[in-house]
């Protein structure tokens, strides 16, 4: 809670409470990333709420061509597709897992910059 005070001319005042809620977000992916071997954003990670079971979490091309999967959240894509470097452009992201016994589906998208 936060308090507004505010004062006339005449010094009269007044006091108002102002509740903020805080929503912390269950997934934290960026939207662009370098893999230019700066050391500077060069892996994409997902950070997922701990409640959740991760089944996958794949990347895709602009033609759905799978370029990335895993199972292990823990794990981070470079910008390689196997052993070659995929091109700067925007790809698509989806986690699929459970949370709570409940199917959990996010997805998104993220521009990769060499």
Known sequence: TY??????????????????????PDYVIPNMFSP????????LTALISSSVQVK??????????????TSDISNYWTGFRETSQVPTG??????DGTQESKRYLRSGYVTLVR
């Open 36 to 43: 230019n071997g700066d050391g500077i954003n060069d892996e």
């Open 3 to 24: 308090y507004i005070k505010s004062t006339t001319e005449e010094g009269c005042f007044s006091i108002t409470p102002i509740a903020v809620n805080i929503i912390i």
């Open 56 to 69: 996958f979490f794949k990347i895709f091309n602009r033609w759905g061509d799978v370029v990335y999967t």
């Open 90 to 95: 925007v790809y698509y992201w989806m986690i």
